[in-house]
Each structure stands twice: as structure tokens, then as C-alpha cells.
């Protein structure tokens, strides 16, 4: 897998977070500049290198103060190395004022020059941060992503069992919503699933019978949040009476869900007239919150029982 970068989507995309001035190099700036493979995302932003050449290369307070300190004829060789090997973006950061030499080899290259206010460990930071979400794993999942107890809870089931009102109900009890249907989760580590919704379906929700609901405007901005940690599954079905009736009375339908190569808890639910879900969905969320600080009703309930038997024996 291969991913093409411009300059342009870069400036475009960090400029939420970072207030950039364009220098220099403005020459097809839409141009794809660099194709790089996902593997090599890591090291793509750093403090200016001429051994690693940065796809983003940043120049902070330090290291103008050590280009400007050269020799003339080792500074120019060392600006030749950072410039001939295209990078698709170098950076003056830590509001230092970029020095003509720069500007004269980022137009003479062709390779956008941008500075910023911003302290350069920030910026590698954030462009880091960018670039990780841009080439991680990503798989959009069928289901209802949900804050519920600050807890990222993935609510599915087949179609029509109920989950988007299941969300609507969680919803107006105080939780919020993250995406509906199809939530984007990436893998932003070992054991780390960031969900979020895809643009388009941002702040709806589809309830047959209702429509398109806009949460926003019905509920207000703190109904929604914009992404969350994947915790928990909560799996709806609906049971024959000889499936409810084989369900485990102690642990419930616990499962694990892979996502991603991530192993996540999934509980299930069965769906039955008179029953109230978003209830024994926070009940749920409850009981996963207390059993990862190690507080395990079902094990204690266990020792109980076991105790009991022992005092009688006795």
C-alpha cells in the first residue's frame, strides 16, 4: 500500500491546529511530491537531518542557530543534501524569521517553505499525529458508536433489532453519540482502537419511522462527541425461548470481537418485548468499568457461594 502526500493537502490539514505562513516554493503545490509506503510513517517528521531525510523536515530556534553558524561553503552543501532530496515540506517553526538563504533553495527547488509560530516539538508532534492517522489500518464496521459512562461502546446487531433506538434512548438518558451505522475505527496502537464518524454522516442518526435525525440541533453540541476508544461491544439478537434459556446464568453472552487484529470484549444482549436495553446497557458498561480495576461480580459471587458451602461442611 502506497500513499501520494502534496503540500497542499498537508498545509490544508495542519492548519487546524497550526497558523502557517507560505515562504516560498508555491510552485505546484498540488502536485503529488512523494510516495511513500505505510510502513515508513513513523519517521516521516523530524528536526531538520541530512542522514534521515524527513518527508516534513522542521527547523526550530536550535538548529537555524546552527545552519546560520556554518562555514558558507558547509552550510550551502548541507541545504544542497536537505533540498535535493525532495521533501514534500520543510517547516521554520518556533516563530524564528526564515532566513533569505532558505527561501532563495526552497524556490530554487521548488519545495514549500512554511513557518509558524508554533514550538517545533509541537509541530513534529502534531504532524506526527497526522501522518500516523493518514497510513494506519482503518475498517469501517456496521453498527452504532456510542460515549456511554465515558466508555466507547460499539452497539450492533442485524438490521432492524433496534439499535437505533437504543442510541436514541441512551442519548436523551445524558450519553452521546459518535457515529451511526458506519463508524471508521483506526488502530493508533498495539491495543488502541480510535473511533470516529465518516464526514458525511457527522451528527445524524437514522431511526426507522422518524427518519434522519440531526442530534446537533435536537440535543445540542454536548450530545455528540467527535471520536472515542473502542472499549466494549454490546451485541443485540433477538433469542428463541431455547437460546435464552442456554445462556450462561453467571457470565452472560460474553465474547471477544477482533477488530483490526484488537481483541475487544462483546456482550451480548438478547432483545425481547418490555425489556428496557439502554438500562442493561449502562448496567453493562457499569459492570466492564468496575471488572477492569479487577472488581469481578461474578467471581465474587463464586467465592461467596464456595464459602457458604465450606461453613456447612464444617
Known amino acids: 500500500m502506497t500513499e501520494v502526500l502534496s503540500a497542499e493537502s498537508i498545509l490544508v490539514n495542519l492548519s487546524n491546529q497550526i497558523e502557517f505562513d507560505w515562504v516560498a516554493g508555491?510552485?505546484?503545490?498540488?502536485?503529488?511530491?512523494?510516495?511513500?509506503?505505510?510502513?515508513?510513517?513513523?519517521?516521516?517528521?523530524?528536526?531538520?537531518?541530512?542522514?534521515?531525510?524527513?518527508?516534513?523536515?522542521?527547523?526550530?530556534?536550535?538548529?537555524?542557530?546552527?545552519?546560520?553558524?556554518?562555514?558558507?561553503?558547509?552550510?550551502?552543501?548541507?541545504?544542497h543534501e536537505i533540498f535535493s532530496c525532495r521533501p514534500v515540506a520543510i517547516i521554520m517553526a518556533d516563530g524564528m524569521p526564515v532566513p533569505d538563504m532558505l527561501i532563495d533553495h526552497a524556490n530554487k527547488y521548488h519545495i514549500p517553505l512554511l513557518s509558524c509560530k508554533t514550538e517545533s516539538n509541537e509541530v513534529i508532534d502534531i504532524a506526527r499525529f497526522y501522518l500516523h492517522n493518514i497510513f494506519s489500518e482503518k475498517e469501517v464496521t456496521h453498527g452504532v458508536f456510542m460515549e456511554v459512562l465515558g466508555t466507547g461502546v460499539l452497539i450492533t446487531g442485524e438490521s432492524s433489532v433496534g439499535k437505533s433506538e437504543l442510541a436514541l434512548a441512551l442519548i436523551s438518558r445524558g450519553h452521546r453519540l459518535v457515529a451511526d451505522d458506519a463508524p471508521e475505527f483506526t488502530r493508533t496502537g498495539p491495543d488502541i482502537l480510535d473511533g470516529r464518524s465518516p464526514g458525511v454522516l457527522k451528527d445524524f442518526l437514522e431511526v426507522r419511522g422518524l427518519g434522519i435525525l440531526n442530534i446537533r440541533d435536537m440535543y445540542g453540541d454536548n450530545a455528540l462527541k467527535s471520536n472515542k476508544y473502542l472499549r466494549l461491544v454490546i451485541h443485540l439478537k433477538r433469542l428463541s425461548e431455547k437460546d435464552y434459556a442456554q445462556l450462561d446464568r453467571l457470565q452472560g453472552g460474553r465474547e471477544t470481537r477482533s477488530i483490526l487484529g484488537i481483541d475487544i470484549p462483546q456482550i451480548l444482549i438478547p432483545v425481547a418485548p418490555g425489556r428496557n436495553i439502554a438500562v442493561l446497557v449502562e448496567a453493562a458498561v457499569r459492570n466492564h468499568i468496575l471488572g477492569t480495576s479487577g472488581n469481578n461480580a461474578t467471581q465474587k459471587f463464586i467465592e461467596l457461594q464456595q464459602q457458604a458451602i465450606n461453613n456447612q461442611s464444617s
Open 26 to 79: 508555491k510552485e505546484n503545490t498540488d502536485q503529488a511530491l512523494h510516495e511513500i509506503s505505510a510502513s515508513q510513517h513513523a519517521t516521516l517528521v523530524g528536526h531538520v537531518n541530512v542522514v534521515h531525510k524527513n518527508l516534513i523536515q522542521v527547523i526550530g530556534k536550535t538548529e537555524c542557530e546552527y545552519l546560520q553558524n556554518l562555514e558558507d561553503n558547509f552550510r550551502s552543501n548541507m541545504l
